[in-house]
């Protein structure tokens, strides 16, 4: 015990270290730009440690070094459309220009603290709900290759998705399984699989609620609109739906009349399985339902 308590106490002023510098640009050597031009000023090791993506670009890409071991931006290196580095005084500077501000915040949060804040998504000038953003963040870590950030995004998508008590929950379920359809990789079977199980056993308020839209908003997505315009999607969820209609069918219960066909008498039959071979209690005949 005596030898791993320094350990321990050593690893959480490491780790204190790093969150400290969230907030601080005290030897930061790297800027992150978004499209609005708001800027982040953060550190290479931190960031190209946990993204290959980063790592690469930085590192093979875009720099060159020389005999001295100094690095220097390799000319005519600038021509991803995806992410651009420049010299700016000393400073790197890597351009998202494609991703939102909220995002970059997050994105930038998570590699300091290993953790992002869904908390803005409540309120009402959020452009995402809650399941829209952890998708966003899950689609972004698989585009710049950070896989801490992919696992922790994918449980907080998949602890969501299934809530979809009000009519804001729905219209977050609906956007984001369009999104996950259109922008996840394709390889991302498991949540394409639970958002096609959450669709199936809420079709019937998801639905009911396109047919009270309003008229004049065809450009809504409803969740009839989005089981047109998703064909994977809306089959997996009419395959699904036509499967437990069958096994409900198969189970259901009531009371039926039956006539036997040897004695020829009728008689009733309750909570009886539609799929069971009834005979008559008298002479022990097959018998067959009248009605």
Known sequence: MASTTPLKSNREKLINGIEGLYKSDWNSDLVIKGGS???????????CLQSKVFKTKCKNEWQVSDNNGTYTPKPGAFTDSLLSLKKDSQQKVIELTDEPDLLIDQLVRFLYLAKYD???????????????????????????????????AKQEFLSKLERVDSPADRRDFIHAVYELYQASPASETELRAKAVEVGT????????????????????LTFHRLLREIPEFGDQVVVALSAAFAEKKKNSVGTATYRCEGCRSQ??????????????PECRKAARKLW
């Open 267 to 280: 008689f009733v039959i309750t909570n009886g399985r539609c799929d069971v071979k009834i005979h008559c």
């Open 118 to 152: 869904a908390k803005f998504c409540k309120t009402t000038e959020s452009p995402w709900g809650p399941m829209q953003f952890h998708l966003k963040m899950f689609i972004a870590a698989d585009k710049y290759d950070i896989q801490d950030l992919a696992g922790y």
């Open 201 to 220: 056993s809420n079709s019937y308020v998801l639905l009911d609620d396109g047919l009270k839209e309003e008229d004049g908003k065809e450009n809504d």
């Open 37 to 47: 031009g708001k800027e982040w000023k953060v550190h290479t090791i931190i960031v």
